[in-house]
């Protein structure tokens, strides 16, 4: 199997939280695989573990039980630095809201990652420009996170996601916080960034016009995977 | 670098008023520091000066033992070619040569025993306070003049003027009886009551007759021209003095009850001083543990990034540092120019002449202008709030970006 035509692979992935003496099963022997740039939404009911599962491939938590693979890189057996490295390099990350950092403007958040990585500051300026006019935000590079509205923060997000060609992005109900309009914006952007940059992304919804943007839709149901179907 | 410089300035300014409340404290604690540290070692240094120039003098070449047992016969034979020769050491002001009794002075009407001093004219009157005391009549003339000067308070007791005479009554270096009657030519007030009390002096050729001590004496007191550059004048002074019989003393040991009050000072003043530190402190501390855990969330979506710990914790420390900065570089100007300003104008505060008689005779303190002086206060204040927000930046490590991520 060629490890490059899936991006990332899970085999008999399972995570259990702790509460007292009770294990609560968050994933039961999840086994997946992700095409290289692919569209795919998780959905479920709440508690189904849409969020668990998209943190333990962003390698955010690490798995209880199973194999997990990013790019033929076992994550299961890497520790936090190299977790964080990884997330730097060929993660990006769109959260529900509050994504950004509130004293950086909507560049300096985009430069912020590029920053990390040690780009230099020339190179910085230009791509964040370039990726926000991307993601529709020309003119306001300068504003803060608090003067603008939800869905353009989460543009900024996306920008700041997008920038520096990660290998998956992972998008954790990115619209709940949105209006249904401002919520499809959204999703045509993310779409649009999919198409163009082939990059595969990875979110989470209960919204039934999100999920009608994905091109594979998998559905979760107390921590299993329930159906998986391509559109 | 420049993000992360950024994003603390940034982060300061995000609560104004708590981070101004922030800087206040530290400023004003470095300014209420700058103030009374420079106004306190202002004081020791006018109570050494004024204390040391009244009798004492910097540094005192004497006979071994002759601190302990004051014996009439422990001389320095050739005093004053000896002093001349320690007069060319650069550093010294001058020398004085002196010789000392203890001896009987009687009025028509009363009989104390006083503690007579030998001086010579010239070089006394740069070396101590007394001859420019005089508050009736004059200081000696002459080396070799028969006549006297006392305290105000002796002639109270004595109950004489000037121009009266005073019958001298005490034991030679021979053993032999010294005796003279000599004329009080001036009454001087120095404010403290010992010495006005049990003091007279008379001239040195005078007295090295009247107790048959030839060309000796018992001290030779010195003074330098900084005190802080004693130890260098003194290195100088013992070279040339060959004779293992004598001692060169400082004024710590000549007047060890000076240091002392000092110390105890220093240390009732330090424990204000720590009292000051530790309620500024700790109310940074409150204050950066706010400005952290409000923040949980941020921290988690930048450890998501990809942010390592320890860069967040470098973010802490960065804030904490240009917050204290800030503080004191406003509590260093405050604290400076109030310094400045009592550098001028002098300090003073109602009942410090009590003390001033006490302790040597100051009405107005000086403040110390050193560096030392000034940068002691605010950088203690420095290191304890550095200490303070490392406790914050350190509790980021054991952050995980699921759970940061949940708090809001
Ligand atoms: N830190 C935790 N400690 C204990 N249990 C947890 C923890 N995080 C998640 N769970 C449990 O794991 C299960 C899956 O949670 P998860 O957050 O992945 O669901 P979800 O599908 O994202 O739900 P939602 O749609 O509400 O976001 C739930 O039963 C939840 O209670
Ligand atoms: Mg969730």
């Not at chain 1, 399972?14 to 099963?25: A, D, L, N, R, V």
């Not at chain 2, 003279?180 to 010992?194: Q, R």
Request: aromatic share 8%; glycine share 8%; with cysteine.
């Amino acid at each position: 199997m060629n490890m490059k035509q899936f991006p990332v692979i899970c085999r008999h992935l399972g995570k259990s939280y702790q509460q007292g003496k009770i294990t609560i099963p968050a994933l039961v022997d999840i086994n997946l695989e992700i095409h290289k740039g692919d569209f795919v939404c998780f959905s479920g009911p709440s508690g189904s573990g849409k969020t668990t599962l998209l943190n333990l491939i962003g390698g955010l938590d690490t798995p209880s039980s199973g194999e997990i693979s990013l790019d033929a890189q076992r994550l299961d057996k890497m520790n936090k630095s190299a977790l964080a490295n990884l997330r730097l390099h060929k993660i990006g990350f769109v959260f529900q809201a509050y994504n950004l950092i509130p004293v950086l403007s909507a560049q300096e958040n985009v430069e912020f990652v590029m920053q990390l990585q040690g780009l230099n500051s020339a190179r910085r300026a230009i791509k964040a420009r370039a990726i926000l006019k991307e993601v529709g935000l020309e003119g306001l590079e300068k504003r803060r996170p608090g003067d603008l509205s939800g869905g353009q923060q989460q543009r900024v997000a996306v920008a700041r996601a997008i920038v520096s060609a990660p290998s998956l992005i992972l998008a954790d109900e990115p619209t709940a916080n949105l209006d249904s309009h401002t919520a499809e914006t959204l999703m045509q952007l993310l779409h649009t960034m999919n198409e163009e940059h082939g990059i595969t992304f990875l979110f989470s919804t209960h919204d039934k016009l999100v999920m009608d943007y994905s091109k594979r839709l998998i559905k979760l149901r107390d921590g299993r995977i329930q159906s998986d179907e391509t559109q | 670098m420049a993000i992360i410089l950024r994003l603390a300035w940034r982060n300061i300014w995000r609560h104004p008023r708590r981070s101004g409340l922030t800087i206040a404290a530290i400023a004003f604690a470095a300014a209420l520091l700058v103030f009374m540290i420079t106004l306190q070692f202002g004081s020791y240094d006018m109570i050494i000066d004024n204390n040391l120039k009244v009798l004492t003098g910097h540094f005192q070449v004497q006979h071994l033992g002759y601190l302990e047992k004051p014996k009439m016969r422990s001389t320095i034979t050739d005093a004053q070619k000896m002093a001349e020769e320690l007069r060319k050491i650069n550093g010294i002001v001058d020398i004085a040569t002196r010789a000392n009794a203890f001896a009987l002075l009687a009025s028509e009407k009363r009989t104390y025993g006083v503690q007579v001093l030998g001086v010579e004219i010239m070089h006394e009157a740069k070396l101590s306070t007394i001859p420019g005391r005089i508050q009736s009549g004059r200081f000696l003339s002459d080396d070799t003049a028969q006549e006297i000067i006392i305290g105000d308070a002796l002639a109270r007791n004595l109950k004489v003027q000037v121009g009266d005479d005073l019958t001298l009554l005490g034991s030679g270096y021979d053993g032999s009886i010294a005796a003279a009657v000599l004329p009080i030519v001036g009454i001087f007030n120095t404010g403290m009551p010992e010495i006005d009390r049990g003091l007279i002096e008379i001239p040195l050729t005078s007295f090295q007759e009247i107790f048959s001590l030839e060309e000796s004496a018992h001290l030779l007191v010195g003074m330098a021209k900084n005190l802080d550059h004693l130890e260098t004048v003194l290195t100088q002074v013992r070279a040339k003095i060959p004779d293992s019989s004598l001692v060169v003393l400082d004024w710590n040991h000549l007047n060890p009850g000076l240091f002392q009050l000092i110390q105890a000072d220093m240390i009732n003043s330090w424990f204000m001083y720590s009292c000051l530190i530790l309620i500024v402190t700790f109310s940074i501390l409150n204050t950066f543990l706010m400005a952290v855990l409000e923040r949980t969330r941020e921290f988690g979506v930048m450890l998501a990034l990809g942010t390592k710990p320890l860069s967040i914790g470098q973010l802490i420390m960065l804030e904490t540092l240009l917050l204290t900065l800030l503080g004191l570089g406003i509590g260093l100007v405050i604290g400076g120019s109030v310094t400045l300003y009592f550098y001028v104008y002098g300090f003073s505060y109602p009942g410090m002449e009590e003390i001033g008689a006490q302790f040597g005779l100051i009405d107005v303190i000086t403040p110390q202008l050193s560096l030392f002086a000034f940068m002691l206060g605010p950088t203690i204040i420095f290191f304890f709030t550095m200490i303070v927000g490392l406790y914050p930046a350190l509790r980021i490590r054991k952050l995980k970006p699921v759970d940061a991520m949940k708090s809001v």
